[in-house]
């Protein structure tokens, strides 16, 4: 079979089509996840940033190493929901306490479950030196 270079190009050009098209049409289908709520986690999110949370606490396996990785901390039977308010509130020797007025907590809880939700992150084990210090094991 011999093709012509005008025919490559206009099958080419209806694949490219097609892709665009079917990228375009993506977002449309997606469903929005009922476990949080957008526009609280996205609050949240400014509240994480406006403590500066990410210079000691990692999300994703980035950001500080002096607290723990928190990316799936609300899923962890451990840990959980109660856990987090309670160390926000109350400090550990390392981290000091925040006074998070009620709406901050909530929102920071629902930026927590949306990270939590959207995936898993790498679960390498540490340990606590006599500093308090997080040292991988």
């Not at 790498?122 to 030196?129: A, G």
Request: proline content about 4%; some cysteine.
């Amino acid at each position: 079979m011999n093709f012509k270079p005008r025919y490559i190009f206009i099958i080419l050009s209806l694949f490219f089509l097609i892709y665009s098209f079917s990228i375009y049409i993506k977002p449309l289908t997606i469903t929005e996840d009922s476990r949080f709520n957008k526009e609280i986690a996205s609050e949240g999110r400014l509240v994480w940033q406006s403590y500066n949370c990410q210079s000691c606490h990692q999300l994703y396996s980035l950001g500080g190493y002096l607290g723990p990785d928190l990316t799936n901390i609300i899923s962890n039977p451990n840990k959980g929901e109660k856990i987090v308010r309670a160390m926000v509130k109350s400090g550990t020797k390392q981290m000091p306490a925040f006074m998070l007025s009620d709406s901050e907590m909530n929102s920071l809880i629902e930026f927590l479950k949306s990270t939590d939700a959207s995936g898993k992150a790498d679960h390498r084990e540490f340990n606590v030196n006599e500093f308090c210090m997080i040292e991988k094991k």
